[in-house]
């Protein structure tokens, strides 16, 4: 049979839909069309020619918001020249052909003028960062480290660029250190204020494997590339969990660009896990200390002979500690005392004795205050995080830490949130330099409700200010320029904006629209984005019991995204989306692949049920011990808020979620199986016994099931019937029998945090009772599916998943 072009096209489309690699004849494809074609995957024989087209025709939507580029970091200098400063924004792009992300950079030029306006002068092209792990500017902006990580056994190379060149490459063997940490909670790079060296955490070298050849170990090992004998496994070793694979120990060294010489941080002990360094100002005797995070590798209690997974984990204990950058060799390896202190001077000093959490440290530009978050309310009640709190140390003014620092706190925890006054500090980073030109002052996002909000701290006082305009939109900060804001907002209907602050002497905030490359979006996505609207929506606690606390009495809220046109009076179908965690929250903020469900034609119910981020301690707390009852209760009164409201047609709704998203998917589907025409559900949690035994965080199923500190005292590695009783009753697979709703299952084979056989087992059982069910595995995906092909035949599938059920 003669394929006709658009037949290749189809074929082409349905491609990345599939399981297995095809290659097939691309002759008669156009140029253009073949780029976008090539190295696609072939369809699956599940499909038939009903479903071809529903396929093709939602790819190319889907493709439209996919490919929408992002900014992830950006930075700014000023200039020699003064009244203008440099901007480098580092911009991510999904590459679906290469299966990864392309990565570069965009440069402008900001001149400001006396009235307060503001023009940006941006490079023609942006420059593409291939191979590039991560770049950190030096604080002049006169130099950039460069860093890659080699996949392969190959050195890590080290590139400090000038101006127009690179002035120096080190190239760093395997066996001085691993990998360097580039993940945004280890992760640690930190210039010197001299510009001559680098602190940054890197993995532990690999220890030595017993080599075999022929004759049985070879005592006097081998070469990699002896084609005559082999290396052994050795031992076991723990790590990380969940996106660590291979991780086992991060350790912190020092490289000098001046001389390229690298060297391990001597006096940290073996247990602890070092990251998130940053220099302290320097003493009057020279000495040059460090201070990082560090995590013991036992979590802090006798009780835990493992490493627990420390992804999206606030509730491990982590502490700050000082070290001299520069020291001999240590015999010893025991951190320092008030008894031991002059016996060992190169031991790392504990400064946060009196707090169970410590993280991001922030220096002041003057080196007087030394600022960190904590999350020891997440340590203390086994919550896997929750709110913030902020503290100083005043540093001692020789430069000399040591353990009787006094802890000062500036931002405490709020327990309950009244109306909309400030509800606590939820900050997912911090800047490098978060500071106003007083130096007493930080500028950060964090969560507000279902808002992202720019806040600023005095951090002398602990008075907290909304700096960002009461607005339904969400903020999230890149840069400060001096005592200007650089930062991009965004709406579910309206793509990230660079916009820019500047306040006046009054202290009155002014806002301005920048116009970039970055934003310029397809008419055909503009178009479908102007057609939508959203609002966030109170939800009242119904029958709230008198038990609970004031802040889980508290409204809730949900975000309603909806057409601004109704079609002949009838409501559109309904998608009610649900996040993981359960705490964390889905904010205000633009996510291309809502926008994508949203531009098929459904309304979108996103929940963010007690127990999320942003809205108190009290409420957050609420939801340990009680999954799978409240989350569910909260879920259903909103979907009855919007029903009531005529917002949506109950006989047109479907579910979806993630993580523990997917535990309220098929908790919902089992408890109200008669509320959902369909179901999708990604790396779900349904069987918590099940789970406890495989995850990388199996005292967390113990919180979850029995609440906070009780769960925390009941954690063992061999659960008993009782627990795992308790954990089965509290999970979806208890109502497995009422289920009827056809679900859509995506799995990652590598998931660690809830590993593959908890959605398969939940799956298989279903079809055993005659549910429909589609179930695809992604081989390399972890926990997020977020690999770029996985995460468009994700999406692509639950659009069509649901298409077919609403039909």
Not at 174 to 191: A, C, L, N, P
Not at 363 to 375: E, I, M, N, T, Y
Not at 695 to 715: M, N, Q, R
Request: negative net charge.
């Amino acid at each position: 049979m003669k394929l006709t072009g658009r037949d290749l096209t189809l074929k082409a489309f349905l491609i990345l839909v599939s399981g297995s690699i095809s290659i097939f004849n691309c002759t008669h494809i156009g140029r253009q069309k073949f780029s976008t074609l090539i190295a696609m995957k072939e369809v699956s024989q599940g499909l038939n020619a009903a479903n071809e087209e529903e396929f093709a025709s939602q790819s190319t939507l889907l493709k439209e918001f996919s490919s929408l580029s992002t900014i992830d970091k950006a930075w700014v200098f000023e200039s020699e020249n003064g009244g203008s400063s440099r901007a480098m924004f580092l911009i991510n792009q999904p590459n679906l052909l290469g299966n990864d992300k392309r990565t570069h950079l965009l440069s402008s030029h900001i001149s400001k003028q006396s009235d307060g306006s503001v023009s940006f002068q941006w490079a023609p092209f942006p420059v593409e960062m291939s191979g590039v792990s991560t770049i950190v500017p030096s604080p002049s902006g006169q130099k950039m480290l460069v860093i890659r990580n080699q996949e392969n056994d190959g050195p890590t190379q080290f590139e400090i660029w000038g101006p127009s060149q690179v002035d120096k490459e080190i190239h760093i063997p395997k066996s001085v250190h691993g990998s360097v940490y580039t993940d945004g909670w280890f992760e640690g790079i930190s210039w010197s204020s001299d510009e001559t060296l680098i602190a940054y955490v890197a993995e532990d070298p690999c220890p030595s494997k017993p080599v075999f050849d022929g004759l049985g170990y070879k005592r006097t090992g081998s070469s990699e590339k002896d084609c005559n004998s082999w290396k052994g496994q050795g031992d076991f070793e723990e790590e990380w969990g969940e996106a660590y694979s291979g991780k086992r120990r991060p350790e912190l060294f020092v490289v000098n660009i001046v001389s390229g010489e690298v060297h391990i941080v001597d006096g940290i002990p073996k247990s602890l896990n070092v990251g998130q360094v940053v220099w302290a100002p320097k003493n009057e005797e020279l000495d040059h200390y460090l201070v990082f995070v560090g995590w013991p590798s036992d979590c802090g209690s006798e009780k835990i002979v493992r490493k627990l997974g420390i992804k999206y984990c606030y509730n491990r204990p982590c502490a700050l500690y000082a070290v001299k950058a520069s020291v001999p060799k240590s015999q010893t390896n025991k951190l320092k005392t008030e008894g031991d202190r002059t016996e060992d001077e190169t031991a790392a000093i504990d400064l946060t004795r009196g707090i169970s959490s410590a993280f991001f440290p922030r220096f002041s530009p003057d080196g007087k205050s030394l600022v960190f978050l904590s999350a020891k309310s997440a340590v203390d009640t086994g919550a896997h995080s929750a709110t913030n709190s902020l503290h100083r140390i005043d540093w001692p003014t020789d430069g000399k830490p040591n353990v009787s620092l006094k802890l000062i706190d500036v931002v405490p925890v709020v327990k309950c949130a009244e109306d909309d006054c400030f509800p606590g500090l939820y900050c997912p980073s911090f800047l490098r330099n978060p500071w106003l030109s007083d130096g007493q002052t930080m500028i950060m996002s964090s969560y507000w409700r279902s808002s992202q909000v720019i806040i600023s701290v005095h951090v002398l006082s602990g008075k907290v200010s909304r700096v960002t305009p009461k607005s339904s939109d969400s903020w999230d900060i890149l840069a400060l320029d001096g005592d200007n804001i650089l930062f991009v907002s965004s709406s579910p209907v309206e793509p990230p904006e660079i916009k820019y602050g500047y306040s006046t002497e009054g202290m009155e905030w002014n806002w301005l629209d920048i116009s970039s490359p970055v934003s310029k979006y397809s008419t055909k996505v503009r178009s479908m984005l102007s057609s939508l609207q959203f609002s966030i929506m109170k939800i009242p606690v119904r029958d709230a019991s008198v038990e609970l606390t004031d802040g889980a009495r508290t409204p809730y809220e949900a975000i309603f995204v909806s057409s601004k046109i109704r079609k002949s009076g009838a409501c559109d179908p309904l998608i009610v989306i649900l996040h993981g965690g359960p705490h964390f929250l889905i904010l205000t903020n633009f996510i291309k692949n809502h926008a994508f469900l949203s531009a098929l034609g459904y309304s979108l119910l996103i929940v963010n049920y007690r127990g999320s981020l942003g809205f108190g301690e009290e409420a957050l707390q609420s939801i340990l011990g009680n999954v799978g009852s409240q989350d569910v209760y909260d879920v259903l009164a909103a979907l009855d808020h919007v029903i009531e409201m005529g917002l949506a047609d109950p006989s047109k709704v479907a579910v979806f979620g993630g993580s523990h998203g997917g535990f309220l998917t098929t908790h919902l589907i089992g408890q109200a199986p008669d509320r959902f025409v369909a179901a999708a559900a990604r790396n779900p949690v349904c069987n918590l016994a099940l789970m406890v035994g495989t995850t990388d965080i199996p005292d967390w199923c113990y919180v979850l099931a029995y609440g906070g500190s009780e769960g925390k005292d009941y954690f063992t590695e061999a659960p008993s019937l009782d627990h795992l009783y308790v954990m089965y009753n509290k999970s979806p697979i208890s109502h497995l029998a009422k289920v009827k709703t056809p679900t859509l299952f995506l799995l990652g084979a590598q998931d660690l945090r809830v590993p593959v056989s908890n959605g398969l087992q939940y799956a298989r059982a279903l079809k055993e009772n005659g549910v429909e069910v589609k179930v695809i595995v992604f081989p390399k995906d972890t926990h997020g599916i977020d690999r770029p092909q996985s995460d468009f035949e994700s999406f692509l599938n639950i659009g069509v998943w649901f298409n077919k059920h609403f039909q």
